[in-house]
């Protein structure tokens, strides 16, 4: 299977500029060309993560925004629910989680960009797109140029810009402003609406419009931006694993997703633009982070499938790298109907009326979940690597996939500008396990002819799993390495020499080319000549690797594989890498803190003048947090539930609060002592349709199940004063035409008859650090 190869070269052409940033709406140190952006004459890739402010607690935007700069984000989307802000009619609220402004001020605080989505329609799971239910009634043309209905936007607009002041006007510090969402075929009406946002006061360097499904742009007004999933709620209960989530997983030069939205889109799309034709560098703005929850339709990603996603559209050439959503919410309450997303609300999709944990890299809870950990180390990378990156153009091989069924040829790409360049290799996908490839070498050959070179040296077997870059013909501290078999991460300034930081993969042999002329040199003895002075092989430690030549000395960090989920890499003040198993998070000053659950928090930094790691000390002195198993009682048992509680589309519906009254069964749940004086999450382990957790009364939380376990905290769920608290589930019937993620069927399908299990419910103490 050798012999697969990609031509590469320069650019074509000169860097085209669009009028957007340039000559207007200028901000100072901000540049835009259609290679990418520029932050005060440099190019850079931004790192967008989606956080709704409404739908978390005030007092957790602090710990929310600092697992997102320690996720190596670099600027917070949102959007501005309407619905949120204004449920009744000339009574704007502002006020607790609602004030957007103060969250703006946050992100700042943290070094954030923010990236504002106005709406007016947002979509994003909400009740009637995001409208209030007054604008929804309202007899206009929605999301059109009727003068009633821009009668309404504009007095959102103006209430919106009232509150935000300065942080949102030509001087503010807002990166972007998108408008709308997911309107196709209304080019016209985004002009509109730019303008009606201008004339309330609303500015920024970037307007963004989303451009999936063939969407109709006006040239040059806005940034066309675009989506990835691996999977969707969107799709029928029957229809399998779509192609249009498959797609994702193969490096091309395709951006638009015919699939996202298709659920609401009465059109085919039409043919997609090409994002640099008008000036815009290709750019995303909702790669899936994870995905929600349907009742009818129940994804559950790993932390890889997110990662190749994205690991893909930075080989295709991605200028922006923007996730939806990086942090999980909960809806808040609204009326009897809920705020969600539902069938009630004219919707084919019946969302949980509280939680948007969304599986995201920051869960509902607010616990750090493993695709945290696979995109932290993408992000590390682009920050450090990003300003030669966007340089480079995207080249794909001369022998691709046949298509999204093909599983026999290699999936990679090339950033290379004919000299230097990456190599990204994405041997995943999603629920159906890839075979080895075997025999691998891959050519990459100048355009034109002259010079060609093979990597590795020898062929390899490319096992499941694998997503790699190989640096080619790169520079660092002065010494060139025409190529290591290894992924970078970072690069770390150091005395005597910076350092490379790399990750070896699970199941590849770490090869390095040199130049003749470089010495190699490690006192643990992990280098292995290949005898013609130019090709070693490494074995992957936490010992570095100097190399020294004539032009300058460079260490090579390779680490083992099994460290990646404990890397963290902080930009600010200096750039400094971290190795703990905990969750890790800071801002841009202070210290870093350390969340540790049933383990005791540490952390590890990296000398690079010492070249090994040390421990860092921790305070107040680290211990072990408690864990618990929580009392469960039943109440009552289930009672005989219907296949089906009706449907919409053809999409089953969710069961009504009065199905849970009624059939549910009953658990109450008692904590151990300590829980309600301390930080804690519980951990429910259960089997069924749907559960709620009752306390004192009030429904706080909700899940549809699909076979993951449920994270609660204690304090946000108001579980540290209750004197009762009830967890109702329903079970699932065995004829309910739900589709549920494969480990979930496989469950369902051991049992016979309804299937629903005794919760298990673990109580695990918070212990925090800081050094």
Known sequence: MSGHRIRVAPW????????????DDRRPGIGLSNRGLERDGVPVIPISGELHYSRMPRDRWEDRLRATVAGGVTAVSTYVPWLHHVSERGEPRFDGNLDVGAFIDACGNHGLDVVLRIGPWCHGELRNGGFPDWVAAANVAHRTDDPQYLELVEEWFGQLSGHLGRRAGPDGVLLAIQLDNELYDQPGHLVTLKALARRAGLAAPLWTATAWGGAKLPDEEVFPVYGGYAEG????????????????FFFSHRWDDPGIGADLRHHEPSVPADPTASGFPPATCELGGGMATAYHRRPLLEPLDVATVAWCKIGNGSAWQGYYMFAGGTNPAGGPDGWQESHATGYPND?????????????????????????????????????????????????????????TTPR???????????????????????????????????????????????????EPGLLACWPLFQEYGGMVIEWITATPVTLLEGTEAPVLVLLADRSLPVELRLPRGVAVWSESGSVDSAGDGTTYRLVASEVPVRLV????????????????????????????????????????EGPVR????????????????????????????????????????????????PAAYGERESRASSPQPSDLDRLASLYRVTLPDWAGDVEARLHITWAGDVAELVVDGVTVGDRFWDGSVWTIDVRDAGLHAATDVVLRILPLAAESPVWLPPE????????????????????????????
């Open 233 to 248: 709620f969107w799709v029928d209960s029957e229809a399998g694993w779509d192609p249009s989530f498959r797609e994702h």
């Open 351 to 407: 969302l949980p009326r509280l939680g948007y944990d969304f599986h995201a890299p920051i869960g509902e809870a607010g616990e750090i979940t493993g695709s945290h950990a696979e995109l932290r180390r993408q992000h590390a990378f682009l920050t450090a690597f990003g300003a030669g990156l966007s340089e480079l153009p995207s080249w794909l091989p001369e022998v691709r996939p046949a298509g999204v069924g093909d599983r």
């Open 412 to 462: 990679w790409a090339v950033r290379s500008d004919g000299d230097k360049g990456y190599l990204f290799v994405a041997w995943h996908q999603a629920y159906e396990q890839l075979d080895p490839l075997r025999d691998v070498q891959f050519e990459i050959a100048a355009a034109d002819g002259n010079g060609a070179f093979t990597v590795p040296a020898e062929p390899v077997t490319i």
């Open 12 to 23: 074509p052409d000169e860097a085209r500029r669009p009028r957007m940033a340039n000559s």
């Open 594 to 641: 350390v969340v540790s659950a049933g383990r005791v928090p540490r952390l590890r930094r990296y000398e690079p003048d010492a070249g090994h790691f040390v421990s860092v000390p921790l305070g107040p002195s680290p211990v072990s947090g408690r864990t618990a198993t929580a009392q469960v009682e039943v109440i009552r048992p289930a009672g005989e539930v």
């Open 744 to 771: 979930a069927q496989a469950i369902r399908a051991s049992q016979p008859g309804q299937l629903i299990r005794t919760p298990t419910i673990v109580v695990e103490e918070l212990v925090t650090c800081e050094e």
């Open 549 to 588: 030549s004539a032009t300058g000395s460079l260490d090579l960090l390779v680490l083992p594989p099994d460290l990646g989920a404990e890397l963290w890499v902080r930009e600010q003040p200096e750039r400094t890498l971290l190795l703990s198993d905990c969750e890790v998070s800071w801002g841009v």
